[in-house]
């Protein structure tokens, strides 16, 4: 990883060349630049250090901001011993290998660190072989992976490990690196002001890749500084616009999914070719529009989710390019449809509800009664059968008896809703008049 120094850089050896990015490797935690935020003493893996207590975890983060050297320096600081392997090139024997020296030298009272680079790469059957040495104390997991955990990890091993989030590097620490970089290579980068600022950019965040073209530019031989379009000409690269793990990530399917929201087919479009243009994974897109239409459509038009599920599914047969064009349809949709929060709404408050109230029975007349003991108990005692009701409705009470009865689903005068409204208005109309009769379910939370 591009690992990022605020102290003097280790020396070269003489007689192996190394990259600069290994030079500047961090001999300390406190020389990490760019992720105070997990590593000050407040933060969550200095709080852990500062009480002896290091979890397993799971780096998530860009490419170029230290996962690596930050799992290392965690064992350096714990008195663990290091072992990295890669979820690209590691197979079952090679893990089987690797846990046993793990228990062998447990043995002797030698912790294992064990680093999984890449580790969503690993499939659901070997991410749960990592459980049991995980409980057992066998291992310590650090996973790197630059890759939302959530989609990508089982829940399991989620469960048993705190995901830490490494933000990509700002320009401001992007200007710290190529500082040390230039103090390790003892001269300074011919480049203008601009050139610089257009440097910094084209790493994207990465320092890695900062170091990467900084050694590309010191090994040219010009007269004086170059500008920005000298640079730009040698490099043959111009700066990332996307980071598909990256912040520009969650900025750009934020403003898809508000666009949608919004009802602007055109501004939505716009965001979605541009995570296309910039790699985004489709199935990545169609997972997010899905989601867009049962959380900001839902019942306004039912068919909304049909749409992306077919849409979805017509991708996953075509491919790309052409599959894009079905999920581009369902952006379309979504855009126009009716809106409507109204179910995710009443659920939040049913959770709630159920959060609070989790221990209240139902009410004794909806019990089954299988056992006389139970009949005699009174479980399903007065419970009336819809289907024989006036109407094919009883309007009896299904609420907990300690509960008053909550309004959670209200549906708006839109779309399909409209006539949704009408049917809970309706049998809301009923129950108040049957339960006030004093006809059956009369009793209970009203």
């Known amino acids: 990883m591009a690992d990022l120094f605020d102290s003097d850089p280790v020396a070269p050896v003489a007689d192996a060349p190394r990259p600069l990015a290994d030079r500047l490797r961090p001999r300390a935690l406190s020389d990490v630049i760019g992720q105070e935020a997990v590593l000050n003493p407040e933060g969550p893996l200095g709080a852990m250090l500062g009480a002896g207590a290091l979890s397993s975890l799971i780096l998530w983060g860009p490419p170029g901001v230290g ?39 447990r043995t002797t009272g030698q912790g294992t660190l064990l680093f999984v680079d890449e580790i969503h790469r ?34 399991a ?19 710290k690196l190529a500082q040390r970089g230039e103090r390790a290579l003892d001269r300074a980068l011919p480049l203008t002001g601009e050139a610089r600022e257009a440097l910094l950019e084209m790493a994207d965040g990465d320092g890695r890749a900062l170091l990467n073209l900084i050694e590309q530019v010191m090994a040219w031989a010009v007269k004086g500084p170059l500008d920005r379009d000298a640079l730009a000409k040698r490099l043959m690269r111009r700066a990332a616009k996307y980071d598909k793990s990256g912040d520009e990530h969650y900025n750009l399917i934020s403003a898809l999914h508000k666009s949608v929201r919004g009802s602007d087919p055109d501004a939505a479009l716009y965001w979605f070719a541009r995570m296309l243009e910039g790699g985004e994974d489709p199935r990545f897109l169609a997972r997010r529009l899905t989601r867009m239409a049962v959380e900001d459509i839902g019942l306004a038009d039912p068919q909304a989710q049909a749409q992306c599920l077919e849409a979805w599914q017509t991708y996953e047969r075509l491919g790309s390019p052409e599959g894009e064009l079905a999920l ?44 006389r003991m139970m009949k005699d108990q009174g479980y399903g005692a007065g419970y009336a059968y819809d289907h024989d009701a006036e109407d094919g409705f009883s309007g009896q009470n299904y609420f907990p008896d300690g509960v008053k009865r909550p309004v959670l689903y209200s549906p708006p005068e839109r779309g399909f809703e409209r006539e949704l409204k009408k049917r809970v208005e309706y049998f809301a109309k009923l129950r108040g008049k049957r339960q006030g009769g004093g006809g059956p379910g009369s009793g209970g939370a009203g």
């Not at 690993?122 to 955990?149: C, S």
């Not at 048993?160 to 620490?173: A, F, M, P």
């Not at 709404?345 to 509800?353: D, F, M, N, P, S």
Request: aromatic residues 6%.
């Open 67 to 105: 996962k690596t050297t930050i799992a290392r320096l965690l064992a350096q600081a714990t008195d663990l011993h290091f072992v990295q392997i890669s979820a690209i090139f590691t197979g079952v024997q090679e893990l089987r290998r690797v846990f046993e020296a793990a228990r062998l030298r």
């Open 157 to 175: 091993l989620m469960s048993r490990s705190q995901v830490i989030v490494l933000k990509r590097l700002t320009l401001v620490d992007l200007e």
């Open 328 to 371: 581009a349809q369902a952006v379309v949709y979504l855009a126009l449809a009716p809106k409507s929060n109204a179910v995710y709404v009443a659920y939040k408050g049913a959770r709630a509800l159920a959060k609070k109230t989790g221990s209240e029975m139902p009410p004794a007349h909806i019990l089954n009664a299988p056992t």
């Open 122 to 155: 690993f499939n659901k059957a070997q991410q749960d072989g990592f459980l049991p040495h995980m409980e057992d104390g066998t291992i310590l997991l650090v996973g790197a992976t630059t890759e939302n955990p959530s989609f990508e990890l089982n829940a």
